[in-house]
């Protein structure tokens, strides 16, 4: 089953203590991208990757890190969390065809608590 | 940069029609999408459109202006599933066609 998978569901954890939340997608896909939803503020965009050891900052991405070394997989790394990182995150995949139609396949979501 | 705007909510009858609008104001326009979001999920593709026009899709329609700026969704025969955030997003090809989201449109459909 064609799918974008990321771990884990749900975590609290607490301020400076580091975490990665992992992607992994099975399309093939090349490009890859990180989003956190917040009320009244809608999808944002942290970073994203048009392929391997290719990233770029989206429109948030202050507090972040992220990799791309295997084109299958691109962690979220969050090195000193904070209060204010507290958010519904997701991944997302795509293809990089001709085509600028190809939708965005999102992972089921990663709620963080940092405390 | 650009601006994407759409109602906040919305509420709607069952068995009625419910149109959602969106303007935006981007650079590099390369296509609109259509989400839907039930609480606590990920967003679902509905509908994209990149010229001028209307898409149908069964109950969905959505339409797109680029002279204006605008789009909307078009819900018919709604049913009580529907309830639910409808994300507009635009593709900017400035920027490795990241796909940027409105705030979404709460619908609630009442009996």
């Known amino acids: 089953e064609a799918q974008v998978t990321q771990n884990p569901r749900y975590l609290i954890t607490v301020t400076g203590k580091k975490l990665t939340v992992t992607c992994s997608q099975n399309m093939n896909h090349e490009y890859m991208s990180w989003y956190r939803q917040d009320p009244g503020l809608g999808l944002r965009q942290i970073y994203y990757?048009?392929?391997?050891?290719?990233?770029d900052k989206g429109d948030v991405p202050e507090g972040y890190k992220v990799s791309r070394k295997e084109k299958r997989n691109f962690p979220l790394i969050l090195e000193s969390p904070s209060p204010n990182q507290t958010s519904l995150y997701f991944c997302a995949s795509r293809g990089t065809g001709s085509a600028t139609n190809e939708k965005l396949f999102f992972g089921s979501g990663t709620q963080l608590s940092v405390l | 940069g650009q601006n994407i705007d759409q109602p906040t909510e919305m509420t709607a009858t069952e068995g009625a029609i419910v149109q959602i609008n969106c303007t935006y104001q981007t650079s590099g326009f390369n296509g609109l999408f259509w989400y839907q979001q039930h609480a606590g999920e990920a967003p679902t593709f509905l509908s994209y459109n990149v010229l001028d026009g209307l898409e149908e899709k069964g109950r969905f329609s959505s339409f797109l202006s680029r002279s204006k700026g605008y789009s909307y969704l078009l819900l018919k025969e709604l049913q009580m599933k529907d309830s639910a955030s409808y994300l507009c997003a635009v593709s900017n090809s400035n920027s490795g066609y990241a796909l940027n989201f409105g705030k979404g449109t709460s619908l609630l459909v009442t009996p």
């Open positions: 990757s048009m392929n391997v050891e290719v990233t």
